[in-house]
């Protein structure tokens, strides 16, 4: 699976976007980039993953780079509950033996300001 | 959603002990992972399983075993409970690909 790299911390003031980078330079076409989160004392939330097309659900929006060396997850509105450590794994998930397993970094830790 | 839970929030327990871990998945997930989280380190895989009775070594798997005889349950052991081993441990479950992971809500270990 590509190598990922991630700020190790970012601010941000409550209400506003928050922009997550992660750079993945090395990435292949047949893998999946996910965004997870871990809150403090909890177990790791997914939060969204795509392969090349853009996507959106109800908790955030990833934007992939046309080349995929590159996405952002975006947080439109941040709240303070969304303080965490936010995870950028990119694995293949067609074929191989890995079974899905996923390999955490050390991640970006998103601290929103009132 | 899918429910992972582990059987333990909080435990203690004396070096050498033989200790046994549990997590159960409520959504028929082929397979099912267990991490341990140390403050630097990151999520480590342990081990995993992707079918009753199958089970593959993670990263770090020393002084480790598992146990999947039901679809349902995937069983971490320490064969024989050491300090270093003291830590957050995190189970998880994932039907298909591409799909997300379901996490447990940790266990914390504490060897003494």
């Known amino acids: 699976d590509a190598k990922t790299t991630q700020p190790p911390s970012m601010d941000c003031a409550e209400g506003r976007a928050a922009n997550l980078p992660c750079n993945h330079s090395t990435i292949s076409g047949n893998e999946y980039v996910y965004w997870y989160r871990q809150i403090h004392s909890q177990g790791p939330q997914y939060i969204i993953h795509?392969?090349?097309n853009n996507e959106t659900n109800e908790m955030a929006s990833l934007i992939i780079t046309e080349d995929r060396k590159s996405s952002t997850l975006i947080l439109p509105h941040a709240t303070l509950r969304d303080t965490a450590v936010y995870y950028c794994i990119v694995r293949v998930e067609a074929g191989g033996t890995s079974y899905g397993k996923l390999t955490f970094g050390q991640g970006t830790i998103l601290t929103v300001h009132p | 959603d899918v429910k992972v839970t582990q059987s333990s929030r909080y435990l203690v327990k004396r070096t050498g002990e033989k200790v046994f871990l549990e997590c159960v998945q409520d959504?028929?997930?082929?397979?099912m992972f267990w991490y341990r989280q140390d403050p630097g380190l990151g999520l480590r895989l342990i081990y995993f399983s992707y079918d009753v009775k199958m089970k593959e070594k993670g990263d770090i798997p020393e002084g480790y075993s598992v146990s999947r005889e039901k679809k349902e349950r995937f069983s971490l052991i320490l064969e024989s409970a050491s300090t270093n081993q003291t830590s957050m441990y995190l189970c998880a479950s994932r039907l298909s690909f591409p799909g997300k992971a379901f996490f447990g809500q940790g266990t914390r270990l504490t060897v003494v």
């Open positions: 795509g392969l090349k």
């Open positions: 959504m028929d997930h082929e397979n």
